[in-house]
């Protein structure tokens, strides 16, 4: 099976998604806080799995790959 990303807004992206930020973390998205600190130009992928805790804020408009199996 062939693994491809696909380039999208932050706001775009969904609980479930595997996100590739333009700092290169990566994590899935269990949460999404949106707006973020009450700016709504802001937004923070959040994975909360039994592995890790993880936030990533964002702009909304950010560009960030989605992974697409």
């Known amino acids: 099976m062939t693994t491809t990303w696909v380039t999208v807004t ?3 992206v969904k609980a479930g998604d ?3 930020a ?4 990566e ?3 269990t949460r999404i806080e949106a707006p973020f ?4 130009t802001m937004i923070a992928f959040i994975e909360d799995s039994s592995e890790r805790w ?3 804020p964002m702009p909304v408009d950010a560009k960030v790959e989605v ?3």
């Open 22 to 25: 333009p700092s290169g973390d």
């Open 10 to 12: 932050a706001a775009e």
């Open 18 to 20: 595997r996100v590739r």
């Open 67 to 69: 992974r697409q199996d």
């Open 37 to 40: 600190l009450g700016m709504d």
């Open 27 to 29: 994590l899935t998205v």
């Open 54 to 56: 993880f936030k990533r």
